[in-house]
């Protein structure tokens, strides 16, 4: 793939679970990038990162990682609870530029050293939200403001897999991911707020555990993550938003559908999972579309947005995460000045799934004054 080769950008990897070797396979793709230097405590981990990244050097901790030499930047692809952790490590002692892979944080009590790092860390932080960069949400995001004339409904579903298996069952539990709404759909309140350029003022939602995981049991105990729910946001602009999320529906055309509605017309975008899920006798699996719906002349219009079959065997993201490395390079190199998704925009997105999961939890409409403090 081709890329700025003006300056050569050295990466520092901590994590190499799945999403990890997703990142070690992406950036292999960008011309003038490179892997360092690797953190990875789990051996098996190891072993199949060193494959992906051979001339990398693996390191036994975060310390020996960061006193590296050449060192750029740093990717953070650990477990979710480690983030806030590193990161604060990372600002004692090199505060590099850092991709860091949502969610940003798990929980409440680490609102507060969000806003330390958002005050005070020197260097740019850019959160991982890579749902912006799959090439149908992008296509939706680019058209939707004009397709709709103004943006008052969205709605966005997910219909997908279970959680699959993570090193030490870690994603099973809330106390460890910060919950699903969090894990897994802190993408999505990401998205409604960049589409509807506002900020949540209320939330309202139900969902809970009714198939998955429900007969497992591992050294932490029984799973308590969530594998369902709906989630309804309103926005300051008086636009509305809403989740549906499914993770026992691994057998739909389609894994994610976005829809927003104005006064002008509609807009779809339609989204396969990976292809490495879809099952040969089906053929080949489908290609993302996106269907824009006016309502003079009425009629809908649909056009395939099709993704790089290099990208699409790079990962689970539909080429995503390679655009996303592609942005924060030309950060890194000093060719754009600031994080597409910074700090803030992945503390809002956490927020809003943490009200999310109290709404659930308690029965009630959930205000975003409660969430700030």
């Not at 749902?131 to 409904?153: H, K, N, S, W």
Request: net charge negative; hydrophobic share 45%.
């Amino acid at each position: 793939m081709s890329g700025n080769t003006a300056k050569r950008v050295t990466y520092g990897v901590i994590g190499c679970g799945m999403m990890g070797r997703e990142h070690l396979r992406n950036i292999a793709l960008l011309d003038g990038a490179e892997v360092g230097v690797i953190f990875e405590p789990d051996a098996e981990m190891r072993a199949r990162a060193r494959d992906l990244a051979p001339h990398a050097v693996f390191v036994e901790d975060l310390d020996a990682l960061l006193a590296h030499e050449p060192l750029d930047c740093l990717l953070i692809a650990s477990p979710n609870f480690r983030h806030v952790e590193q990161l604060h490590t990372i600002a004692a002692r090199r505060p590099l530029p850092v991709l860091v892979e949502k969610p940003l944080f798990t929980g409440m009590d680490q609102a507060s050293a969000i806003d330390d790092l958002m005050r005070d860390y020197p260097a740019a932080i850019w959160v991982a939200m890579e749902y912006r960069y799959m090439p149908p949400v992008a296509a939706f995001l680019a058209e939707a403001q004009d397709v709709t004339g103004g943006i008052t409904m969205l709605s966005i579903r997910e219909h997908r897999f279970p959680f699959l298996n993570k090193v030490g069952d870690w994603n099973r539990f809330n106390r460890f991911t910060g919950g699903t709404f969090v894990e897994k759909c802190c993408h999505f309140f990401d998205l409604m707020r960049l589409v509807l350029g506002a900020d949540p003022v209320r939330v309202m939602a139900m969902g809970g555990q009714a198939a998955n995981h429900l007969f497992e049991t591992y050294a932490n105990g029984s799973p308590d993550v969530f594998d369902h729910g709906y989630v309804l946001v309103e926005f300051a602009n008086g636009a509305r938003a809403m989740l549906e999320l499914c993770m026992f529906a691994e057998g739909s055309q389609w894994q994610e559908e976005l829809m927003a509605v104005g006064p002008r017309g509609k807009i779809e975008a339609f989204v396969p999972g990976p292809g490495r899920f879809w099952p040969d006798s089906l053929g080949a699996p489908p290609v993302p579309e996106l269907v824009v719906s006016p309502r003079e002349p009425m009629g809908p219009r649909t056009r395939q947005v099709p993704v790089d079959p290099t990208l699409l065997a790079a990962g689970d993201h539909n080429g995503s995460t390679y655009f996303q490395h592609r942005g924060f390079i030309e950060m890194v190199r000093g060719v754009r000045a600031v994080p597409e998704v910074g700090l803030s925009d992945g503390k809002w997105a956490v927020l809003i799934g943490l009200a999310a999961q109290a709404s659930m939890v308690e029965g009630r409409a959930v205000s975003m004054d409660e969430m700030l403090g």
